[in-house]
């Protein structure tokens, strides 16, 4: 579904990814870990054309995306849910999730998309007429993923869902994110909570300065000793 081939990216002088190369096939969760500053953001903004990569390619579905247009990107079927959330604060929780489906312009579709929405964070329902940034952190987060699965989008791109959450809360989005993907969308997910995330992941990526540095099944990489002592905090 998603191949990235040698992709380097700079910001200035700073070469923020070297060499990139990754796969993420169909109907699979994928994880990238790393700590502060590895470059996981930076790998997620590549895919959205959201800054441009130097050389390299980026595939979707087998199609160049590379440095396209975000929105073509977004309409190609690929939606990013970022870190921090960045929900629209001032805004309603059902003005936040109508903004996703800007794409759409038919209504019973929309409403159609917005209830599969509901059946995965009910509460959001309840919340409808609240302003977004009165919610919580835990449903904040709740409606950054909702919102961008309001495009519909085969790829989901999540950066630290785990982010400043309680874990408890951290849990039950976890959960979602499963049922998300076993619902039949495809999954990169950007972590520093490696052990959630490789919990819950079939494949996964360690970024180090930039580098991938390894790659393994998430099964594998959970009992990798160098995962373990770095990550893991074993
Ligand atoms: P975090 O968990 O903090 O988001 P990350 O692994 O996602 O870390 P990136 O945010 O991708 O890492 O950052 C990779 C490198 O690029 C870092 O050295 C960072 O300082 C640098 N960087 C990121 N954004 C910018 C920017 N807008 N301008 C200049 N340098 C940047």
């Known amino acids: 579904m998603l191949k990235l081939e040698n992709v380097e990216t700079y910001y200035g002088n700073i070469h923020a990814l070297k060499n990139i190369s990754l796969e993420i096939n169909d109907g699979e969760i994928v994880t990238v870990i790393g700590a502060n500053g590895a470059g996981k953001t930076t790998t997620l903004k590549t895919i959205c ?3 441009r990569a130097s050389s390299g390619k980026i595939y979707f579905k087998g199609i160049d995306i590379t440095n396209h247009d975000t929105a073509d990107i977004v309409e ?6 970022p870190e921090g959330r960045r929900i629209f604060p001032r805004m309603t929780v059902l003005e936040n999730l109508q903004l996703g489906a800007y794409l759409n312009k038919n209504r ?3 409403k159609k998309d917005m209830e599969r929405v509901f059946e995965l964070f009910p509460i959001l329902k309840d919340r409808l007429k609240q302003i977004a940034g009165t919610l919580s952190g835990g449903e904040q987060q709740m409606l950054a993923i909702g919102r961008a699965l309001m495009a519909k ?3 989901l791109l999540l950066d630290e869902p785990s982010m400043g959450l309680a874990p408890m809360i951290v849990q039950n989005i976890f959960d979602i994110i499963k049922e998300i993907n076993r619902k039949g969308t495809t999954i990169l997910l950007v972590e520093q909570n490696a052990q959630m995330a490789l919990s819950i992941a079939h494949k996964g990526y ?3 300065t ?3 540095v390894l790659q393994d ?3 594998n990489l959970l009992c990798n000793e160098k995962v373990k002592k770095a990550y893991l905090g074993e």
Not at 76 to 81: L, P, Q, R, S, W
């Open 49 to 51: 054309g959201l800054v």
């Open 206 to 208: 360690v970024m180090e």
């Open 217 to 219: 099944t998430a099964e």
């Open 108 to 110: 019973a579709e929309i």
């Open 76 to 81: 190609a079927g690929i939606a990013m849910v």
């Open 210 to 212: 930039g580098n991938i």
């Open 153 to 155: 989008p085969k790829l």
